[in-house]
């Protein structure tokens, strides 16, 4: 069964600190996977997608990780600001299909304390 | 941000009613979702589309209905809303060309059925 596993369930830190969240997928076959950040009450905003032969692609104060061997990967927020308060939703997209299926994970509640 | 459109943000209306969200889009693409989201939980994909006159049922069940007659316009419809109705209600795009099928939010549209 495709699935989409995201830890911690939520997070609190303090502004300025750094922070990593994890995700395991069980997808297959693999595509590519993203990882988007959900602000309370809107939709998702993408942050970075990589495919099977990326390992790290960073966004800004945002650097994703893919071990697509171990089908696991990390996105590392540096330097947290009050803004990063948000759910940050690991989405993992397979080849088997035109439509470009989604899985999605429940999120990582991360708050940022000042 | 992308151009994906969703209309109302909010609507709160009383059980039995009959309702259609709106969503509209303005970068030409061809595909388009509707997903479900409720609080804590991954989004849900109940419909999705290829092109004008096309419509498919996602993977979670849903009473509602869509309907594509213009590329932009992906409107969904309940025709009789319930309590379980309750939810996030998030459109989506993607063309068939770029980068990773990626697909673009809208802001979705909070329902609350009383």
């Known amino acids: 069964k495709n699935q989409v596993e995201q830890s911690p369930q939520s997070l609190i830190i303090l502004e300025g600190k750094n922070c990593t969240l994890q995700c395991n997928y069980t997808v297959s076959p693999f595509s590519n996977l993203r990882w988007y950040k959900q602000d309370t009450g809107r939709g998702p905003v993408s942050l970075t997608i990589?495919?099977?032969?990326?390992n790290t692609k960073s966004n800004g104060r945002y650097t994703a990780t893919l071990d697509a061997d171990t089908k696991q990967s990390s996105l590392h927020i540096t330097a947290s600001q009050l803004s990063d308060s948000a759910s940050y939703i690991c989405?993992?997209?397979?080849?088997?299909?035109?439509?470009?299926?989604?899985?999605f994970g429940r999120g990582t509640q991360l708050t940022v304390w000042p | 941000e992308a151009d994906i459109y969703q209309t109302p943000r909010y609507l709160v209306i009383g059980t039995g009613k009959k309702i259609t969200l709106e969503c509209s889009q303005t970068m030409g693409h061809d595909k388009m979702y509707w997903y479900q989201q409720d609080p804590g939980m991954e989004l849900h994909l109940i419909h999705y589309s290829y092109g004008v006159n096309s419509t498919e049922k996602g993977d979670l069940s849903s009473e509602s209905t869509v309907s594509r007659i213009r590329t932009e316009h992906f409107p969904l419809t309940l025709e009789s809303a319930r309590p379980s109705h309750t939810s996030q209600y998030l459109c989506?795009?993607?063309?068939?060309?770029?980068?990773?099928?990626?697909?673009?939010f809208g802001p979705g549209t909070r329902l609350t059925v009383l």
């Open positions: 990589m495919t099977f032969s990326e």
């Open positions: 989506a795009s993607a063309g068939t060309s770029g980068s990773y099928n990626e697909q673009f």
């Open positions: 989405v993992v997209s397979d080849r088997g299909s035109t439509l470009g299926r989604l899985y």
